[in-house]
């Protein structure tokens, strides 16, 4: 595969879509980014990386970081978090509160924000320190020591976190959470705050694709939770629109509202995409569009 002709093409399809859609402006720092970029990278699973346009600008992770924190608790504790979170796509927006209360605290998965602040509390419980954690794997993953917080998204998120700390004290209230609210949502907007470019990220997604073996070859997951977490992806990671994203990508995906989406090729490569423009579900237009021009243009979904 010419992955450097096939990108170049992709690159050229989503341009039409590139300033379509809002840039996420419910945290203040992140509207600050212009809405004409677009980068796009493929990593494949020798970790040889290819890109195009800005795809070695820094952008804010936001959820794509939740792939990495169910992927290190599952690394750490092998299935038991699903005792404390459904794995169902949730039909609802990624900050609802709705389907809390019927279903007794118990997110529906892991992906939407409830789900994921269950899950970073399991990583502090687990670590001690889970925002740190996950920084630490993914300069090792992406192979760059320079990734870091962004304290301005991190304060600006925590200033205007009214959301997810009602749903954490929602979650505390059914004793679905371990530590503190206040520790919980902390380290939530720090692993959000990462910035990385789509060089980082499809590197550190690198083992989604290799069946869990991390870039220096040690297994980080067993085969089948690699399998697992690519399902969910599939079914669940880009929210209320992931019908929509199967059917037009079908590839397991994650998306962030910085305007990033990681996709896995299980046993080629893994993707990112970004461009800032979000629709009305919190994924990026452009974003999509690219990632389904690739599947097209190469035959590479999983169905
Ligand atoms: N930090 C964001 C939030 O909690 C992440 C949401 C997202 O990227 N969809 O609202």
């Known amino acids: ?34 809405t004409d970029r677009f980068g796009i990278a493929v990593a494949d699973i020798n970790g040889e990386v290819y890109g195009v346009g800005d795809w070695e600008v820094p ?50 998965n892991p992906f939407i924000n409830a789900g994921a602040l269950v899950v970073t509390d399991r990583l502090q419980t687990l670590t001690g320190d889970a925002s740190t954690t996950m ?57 959000c705050s990462i ?6 990220l499809a590197a550190a997604g690198g083992f989604l694709a290799r069946h869990g073996l991390r870039a220096d070859g040690s297994r980080l997951l067993e085969a089948r939770e690699a399998k697992r977490i690519n399902a969910v992806m599939l079914t669940c990671g880009t929210y209320d629109a992931a019908g929509e994203f199967a059917y037009r990508v079908g590839l397991p995906a994650k998306s962030g509202v910085g305007g990033g989406i990681v996709a896995v090729v299980p046993g080629r490569c893994t993707l990112c995409v970004w461009s800032p423009g979000l629709d009305s579900r919190g994924n990026s237009v452009a974003g999509a569009a690219a990632l389904d021009h690739f599947t097209s243009l190469t035959g590479w979904s999983v169905f």
């Open 1 to 34: 595969m010419d992955y450097q002709a096939v990108l170049e093409e992709v690159a050229a399809f989503a341009r039409p879509y590139v300033g379509h859609g809002q840039v996420a402006d419910y945290i203040p720092a992140l509207e600050k980014v212009p």
């Open 59 to 108: 952008f804010s992770v936001q959820s794509i970081s939740k792939t990495f924190s169910l992927a290190l608790v599952m690394a750490n504790d092998n299935e038991d978090i699903w005792k404390r979170v459904g794995r169902e796509p949730s039909g609802t927006p990624f900050n609802s509160l709705v389907q809390l209360e019927w279903e007794n605290g118990v997110p529906r």
């Open 195 to 200: 910035e990385m470019s789509c060089r980082d």
């Open 135 to 191: 920084l630490h794997f993914l300069r090792e993953e992406s192979g760059n020591p320079d990734l870091a917080f962004d304290q301005a998204v991190a304060d600006s998120e925590a200033e205007h976190g009214d959301r997810n700390a009602a749903l954490a004290h929602f979650m505390a209230s059914f004793g679905n959470l371990e530590n503190p609210v206040p520790s919980v949502i902390e380290h939530y907007f720090w692993q």
